[in-house]
């Protein structure tokens, strides 16, 4: 892979010195959001351009610094709660410690293995690892774009992007302090210093914080707490204008995780509710509510949690070439982490039972990705328009698995790579003084192995070509109409044990044409804001998870699903009556249904054999069952009300924040699911115009357990083998492990206050 690196360096250098340009999404202060009279109009970048977000002929939601404080959001988890057709997939607890556990779902469009459908970019670089920890005091804005966005992002944004923008240097001065102290053990601490060092010139940016959390839940078989976190980062940024024409970004930053074991659970066989005549029955309805977890950590020892290190380091630049107009720019970044990860992988404490030495394992990540772009953007005042630019990715990723307390490994993963490039292109042109049309399209190559000190084993290259046409009519000044037509696609995976049988080591790549109309309106001079969406998805061979015994031991395998459909509509709506008072409501309805999946447990389990897949095996036919980890439906609302005391030196605020999230099964077969959750947030306190700010909340006020997502799993201790009692074999001669289904617990009403003051 050295020749591998060695391009990328020589694309880094060459875009990066040798050209001085910059991504105009991120280059400079016009990022920077302007003020209505009403309230602030936040300007996104979904289309590596600056557009309002009333502007923009996109479903994008977006939450600048300011409300993400306003609401207490730390992660993008917590941010997915209030954005409706968005969901974050986790396990492990608060954020996710087994880190590619955790995943965005836009639109319904979920899976559980494989790449996710849809990717997270930190300053416009492709950020593939868990983003659970990284510090939301140093982000400006969140934008989650909803739809396919392959054509100008890539790889890895099959049904949306999100795009996180960190913190920059301005003219002026500007230092914060800002602590949390909260229940269950949990401090936040969080300092940021930003200004200019050269008047109009050089800016800097510098952000620390320490975290720790105690954990809430217990360990049943020790008593130690479970899910305990801790974090230590630094963030950065230089901002260099040489000239009027030139600006230059260096970015980077550096995460230190120190996790406990997660509070997870395995609901054992002895929960299960339907299909008991079948060997490894089932259970049918919502997973059940526990208070603790069963974990074997003694054999885990001084290696049971998370460790990891993150390092973040990018940089970006931009010319307007002459003053032309005519704009050169690029955008580069580099990705280092490292990770150890002891579990025990039963969840029901091995009891020295036969899986005492095979799930009680230690893993171990190391993955650098690098990327690059080169763009050109022609002036953006004339009638036709166009974008035409480059782009290459490289991930490495090296994995192993070892015995807790031993250097003894137990398997090598090898190395896993992934290259991909591309080239892309736009043209915009208006028809009328009302009327714009865009096409875009981008052509890629993702090149996708596993190679060990031999040399590789296991190799594939995909093409694709991904076209986006948008047409956007101004029908008047506060009305927006538009519709887009766009194609996801989505690389295809390698199942890279060696002991899989050949034809369930390659996945097919997925491809999903996206349908969309939607309205964007403001009335009552901007006091009220009404946006709609509706769309249609067809989806070719999606990719989800599949259990297959490896070795005697269950292990779980991507496949393609077959075809799905998703039909849904979304409503985000903003109602400001006084300068005191406002409102946000919104809802997605996202139906994603199956229209053809032969699933061989369906068929050999079940209902019994009425189809065969496209692998030539005897199944059962699902269609018409709605998708894993895709909610039907979201509904959030949340109020905010600002009084004014003392002659105006101070503000009281009350702030209200709820969200509805409908059950998400656990397979195709819409038997177990999570229960539907209900979140209420509730927040008071008193500020001091912008000098000082105090906060008391209390978060999830309803105390819902309902679990983020849940996975069906195996009963790893006690199957039908001795020595269990001969009663539980309910099936003599067959397999010994029944279904368990996995889930992470979810933190209780807590309670806490923040203190903030800039200086």
Known sequence: ????????????????????????????????????????????TARKKEETLQDVPLSVDAFDSEGLKERGLKDISEVSNFTPGFTMEKFGGRRGAEGDTSRPVIRGQSNILGETNAAVFVDGILYSGSFLSFPFAAVERVEVVKGPQAALFGRATFAGAVNVITKKGTNEFENNVTATVADFGEYDINVSSSGPLIEDKLFYFVHGRYYDYGGEYKNSLDGQ????????????????????????????????????PAAQVVQSRF???????????????????????????????????????????SGSMEWDIGGSGYILSSNAGYTDSSSVYGQDNTFLGNLNNFAG???VRVEHIDQDEWSAELRLDTPASESIRGTIGTFYYEREKESFRRFPMSTAVIADFGTQYTDNWAIFGAVEADLSPALTARAEIRYSEDTIGVETAAGPILE???????????????????????????????????????????????????????YEIGAKTSWADNTFFLNVAAYFIDW???????????GGVPTSIVTNAGKTEVKGFEIDSQWIPTDELKFDVGYAYSDAELTDFCDPVQGGELTGFDCVNDDGVQGGQTAGNQIPNSPKHHFTASSQYTKPIMDGQYDWFLRGDYAYI???????????????????????????????KLTFFVDNVLDDKTPSTVVRYADLVNGNFAPQPPEQNNVPGTTPYERGFLFPLVESRQFGATFSINF
Not at 16 to 42: F, H, Y
Not at 462 to 490: C, E, H, W
Not at 495 to 511: R, S
Not at 670 to 681: K, V
């Open 460 to 514: 594939e290259t995909f093409s694709s070509v991904t076209p986006r046409f948008t047409i956007d009519y101004q029908a008047t000044d506060d009305m927006l109409l538009y519709g887009v037509i766009a194609l996801g696609n989505k690389p295809g995976y390698i199942n890279e044990d060696p002991a899989l049988p050949a034809d369930l080591i390659y996945v097919d790549e997925e491809e999903a044409w996206n």
């Open 225 to 260: 707490k479970v899910g305990e976190e801790q974090t230590i980062g630094f963030n950065g940024s230089l901002e260099f204008h040489p000239s009027e024409t030139v600006s230059m970004t260096l970015r980077a930053g550096y995460n230190e995780d120190d996790d406990g």
């Open 271 to 313: 929960f299960n509710n339907c299909f008991l005549d079948q060997a490894r029955q089932f259970y049918c309805g919502e997973v059940q509510e526990f208070d603790e977890t069963t974990l074997d950590l003694a054999r885990l020892g001084d290696d049971a949690g998370l460790t990891r290190e993150v390092l973040r380091i």
């Open 540 to 550: 070719d061979k999606q990719q989800l998870s599949n259990s297959v015994f490896v």
């Open 1 to 44: 892979m050295d020749m591998k690196r060695t391009r990328f360096l020589a694309l880094l250098a060459t875009s990066q010195i040798a050209l001085c340009v910059a991504l105009p999404a991120s280059a400079s202060a016009q990022e920077e959001e302007a003020s209505a009279p009403t309230g602030d109009v936040i300007v996104v």
């Open 357 to 359: 030495n095979t799930l």
């Open 662 to 692: 409908s059950k998400k099964y656990a397979q195709v077969h819409n038997f177990a699911h999570t229960g539907d959750r209900s979140l209420l947030n509730l927040r008071t306190g008193f500020a001091k115009g912008d000098a000082w």
